[in-house]
């Protein structure tokens, strides 16, 4: 039965590996090619492999990664995406396209690159890597969905194997932990359960053009969805009643929306300057953030941030960045992309949960004050707080490294 499971996951990844080079092939692209497939040409030295999926996973291991460069561990990183590997080479480390988990091209990886241990991360689990792996199969964040569980059933006891191979498991939440406990996790793998995302680390980002923005007199709605941006305008509208020279800076969660947006901003009676454009924010009731990878320079001019994704069914975006910026946070009912770090910040009462337009108007009213929206920051700041440092973790990862780096 074992044997026909790990048939029947062989023959699904086959037919998913086949799409990936046909669609390679057809763009002619040799150098992803030859990463899908391990083609490169042997590196010297040995590696721990280091995987994440793409821009969102790596971000939130950095200050994990850095530590680990410290020490001196020589770290081959590879995400699912092309931006993925654009970002940890930025970082300065050697990184590629991971490669398809065929066991042949597994082998050649491991082979090629030396690989003595594995640092996988969130849901990134696959067979063939984790089965082949010579030395400790390490996972940081490690996430299973009741939904991701059950799928899993549907090859028997091939997670149970998977897990058998794991030293290291520090899950990102408790359900999860749970849940990689029922599969099979052995007890003395059980590490702390982290949400990595708590480490994040605000860079230091300006651009004077936008210094005439006044962190208390600016709210920012962040990464907002379809449906979204007109609550977020009637709630700005009335919160200007109160407070005419309230300024929002509006950064939707898909940029080519853009137009879409400023469309619903000038219906709404609302002035709009646009960053694409170049335009000043100065005298505009809207700044139109339209770009790709700036909100840490966003978060740091609004003292108070709507979290985007919550009102409706998206399962709301991450608290843990604007929380970092000490922000005033506000949010929507829709949370369970983040359900434990939002249950934190309630227990707490961190931030303030709204509804629709008339509560945010509301919310922002209750804020208006600078100092409220610094004890608010500084609340949802100390709530979201890790229980353990990344240099901390880093160090239990190395207790399974010592000896074969």
Sequence with gaps: MEGN????????????????????????????????????APAEGRHLWLH?????????????IEALAARGVPLLVTCNSPTGVALAQSWGLVARLAPLDLARVTRRMIRHWNIVAQVTMESELWPNRMLLCPGPVLILGGRLSPGTARGWRHFGGLLGRMLARVAFLSAQDDGSLARFRAAGLPPEAEGPVIDL????APPRLADPSLS??????????????EGEEEIVLAAHALARRRDPGLTLILAPRHPRRADAVERLVRAAGLSVARRTRGDPPQGADVYLADTLGEMALFYPLAGRVFIGGTLGDRGGHTPHEPAAFGAALIHGPDVANFRPAFA?????????GIEDAATLAAALEALADPEAQRRLGARARDAL?????????AGMLMQHLDGII
């Design 5 to 40: 499971l790990m048939l029947l996951y062989r023959s699904l990844v086959t037919l998913f590996a086949l799409k990936v080079v046909a669609g390679l092939v057809l763009r002619g692209d040799r150098n992803a090619l030859r990463q899908r497939l391990a083609l490169e």
């Design 385 to 393: 707080a890790p229980a353990t440092d990344a240099g901390t973790l």
């Design 344 to 352: 934190r910040l309630a227990e707490q009462q961190a931030a303030i």
């Design 197 to 200: 995302k708590a480490f994040y």
């Design 212 to 225: 005439a923005l006044r962190r208390d007199g600016t709210w920012l709605a962040a990464s907002t969805h």
């Design 52 to 64: 994440a999926a793409s821009n969102g996973e790596l971000s939130s291991a950095r200050p994990v």
